[in-house]
């Protein structure tokens, strides 16, 4: 592998190929370096991008800056994709868009998704999140016709709003029993969706939840509700 930057940019004890990289491709500086300030040079943000694959495989990369992964950028069609260990949180759009892709899977540690990160993501079909998921961000899986599964663990405190908005291929939802807040519309245009189960620990629920789920035949609501 390879650094394309100037070695005295970075001091020696971070000259280290993170978990996972097959083929480290880069390690850029960002703005924030891009010229010496008369005082010193300025800390720079951790930023790398990792590749995975090799020839004659599929091969596949990731934005990573400091623990969050910015950007996947694929450079084939791979339908599943496993991100790399270390990796603490989805950025905002991550995944945004991405047709052809079709699981998901996060590593241990990981603990927020955020807004929009899989959002529009056409042949999405299943989710896999670690024991560690705090957080899924607004609009975090909006309009993944084909999502069918997402493993919620109990450790899950927060779904934002419209996290799976016009997913229509969603049947159930049993909400993890450590939830504490629904957003607004989280399942709003799901009209795929048949029944649904609330924990009794719930304690805040938005607005229009089931907004649009045209199918819905059981809800079983929170004991104090």
């Not at 905002?92 to 899989?118: D, H, T, Y």
């Amino acid at each position: 592998f390879f650094f394309s930057i100037i070695a005295p940019l970075f001091p020696q004890a971070a000259w280290k190929r993170p978990a996972q990289c097959d083929i480290l491709e880069k390690i850029s500086p960002g703005p924030a370096v891009a010229r010496a300030e008369p005082r010193g040079l300025p800390v720079p943000a951790r930023e790398r991008v990792c590749r995975q694959g090799g020839a004659g495989a599929f091969s596949m990369a990731f934005e990573i800056r400091d623990t969050t992964l910015i950007r996947y950028l694929p450079d084939t069609d791979a339908a599943s994709v496993t991100v790399p260990e270390g990796v603490l949180r989805i950025g905002e759009e991550a995944f945004a868009g991405c047709a052809g892709l079709e699981e998901v899977i996060l590593p241990r540690g990981a603990f927020a998704v955020g807004a929009s990160a899989f959002a529009g993501c056409p042949d999405l079909v299943s989710v896999v999140l670690p024991e560690e998921m705090r957080s899924i961000g607004n609009k975090a899986f909006y309009d993944c016709a084909s999502l069918r599964s997402v493993n919620m663990p109990d450790t899950l405190e927060e779904i934002g709003d419209e996290a799976f908005g016009g997913c229509v291929s969603i049947r159930g939802a049993a909400l993890p029993g450590g939830l504490v807040r629904l957003g607004h519309s989280v399942c709003h245009g799901c009209s795929g969706l048949l029944a649904a189960q609330f924990p009794d620990g719930i304690s805040d629920v938005g607005d229009y939840f089931f907004w649009g789920c045209s199918s819905l035949q059981f809800v079983r609501l929170p004991r104090q509700a």
